[in-house]
């Protein structure tokens, strides 16, 4: 809704009439008057029926500004508005009347004119919905279309985004809730109850480049000792990936971790909140791994993404001498690829990332550290953070400037159709940066 400012000349009449009001009482009025604001004394004027547009109560405040008759004409019913500046005054949140020549700003809805409540739809949610199990009594479900390639940049796929009082998103009015994002949707709980399922919460504060941090993980009580060292190491982390790529934390504060159980992957995260399998399936890797993504989740193309978390992760895991668990090994995935290359189902990477063993972008993005080194990799980490796609044709240029030569040998078979030219790094150039405990 546009508004224009209120002139001085107009503020000034106004702000006159109401000071020869208040001298024209009694002075026993007067000592009361003289406590009220010029504001305080518009809101508490006399208020035409039509103001409340028969369905709003709890007056707020009024606000006097000729001009908006010629756009609003003799009434008009604007609805709900966040508390803004407008025509020279401070405005609380509320619902906006115009009825020539003031605004009526109204705290709430009469009772006969609020929504009859009504069950959410409570088919179809799915678990990650629920958050383990804490969140009951949905209010809502929605979807923004409008807004869905900003959500899937600050939330990525999930988001435990916290307690909101009531508010205005999406052009929708919604009550006070626990707000849970998984893509493309909202899910509005009215209740949160961690210890009705065992579960605690544990916290770190951190300072970062632009901001104090709050870390909370939301875990089993019989865990307390692995989310503390989990939050540790993600302390230690973010500090590092921050120094390492010069890109301040991009997540929201307090930034929530969540023990799932029932995660069918290791770990998923985002700028929004990070899910972790239960111990000990959750490890030091997974959790530095999942750090990456607070930096470049909804971002594509997906072996980019992923190839950059599995790679700083692993710099990260040698640099804070983190241990290894089990399998889950550089060396490891690589093996798991290396069993399939050359074969029918060696697809290359673009497009395909997800019907690949891990190992292929691994092997790929180790390949171009052992040539060019960290540098040339957090070059891409940029590029893709500031363009948001980093596709084969951009990886190209960035590779022919990086090399002085045609980089077609390190995509054809890799990262696009063609059979393969280079296998190691040094079928390509010297090797500057060699990553020996990377290979199998």
Known sequence: MKRKNLSLLVALTIAQACVASVQNHSVSAQSSYQSLSVSSILTAAAVPAQADAGKYENL?????????QKQYGNFADTGHFEALNYCGHSAPAGYWVWVSPN???????????????????????????RVGGKYKDLLQRFDCPAKRAEEKTKYGRFADTGFFEAT???????PAAHWVYVAPNWYLWKTKDLNAIGYQVSTRDLQLKQQRLTLRF????????????????????????????GIPYPGVNPYTLVEDPKLPLLGRAGPGGMELISPPKGTPWTILHEAVHIWNAGYEPNWVVEGHANYFSYLLMEKLKYPFIGDETYPEYIREWREIQGKADDYPLDNNYHKLPQGKAMAWWAMIHELYGPAFTIKTFKVLHDEKNLGTARMAQLLREVSGKDPAPLLDGWVRAGSYKVKRSQDFGLLKFPLAKAWP
Not at 103 to 114: Q, T
Request: proline residues 6%; positive net charge.
């Open 60 to 68: 707020l405040k009024t606000i006097a500004c000729p001009a908006d």
């Open 103 to 129: 605004w009526y700003i109204w705290g709430g809805l009469k009772s006969s004119h609020k929504p009859a409540e009504k069950p959410a739809d409570t088919s179809n949610i799915p678990t990650q919905a």
């Open 168 to 174: 205005t998103y999406c052009g929708q009015r919604f």
């Open 218 to 245: 939301e875990h089993h009580k019989s865990h307390r000792a692995w989310a503390e060292t989990s939050l540790n190491q993600l302390v230690a982390t973010l500090k590092n990936i921050e120094e390492m790529t």
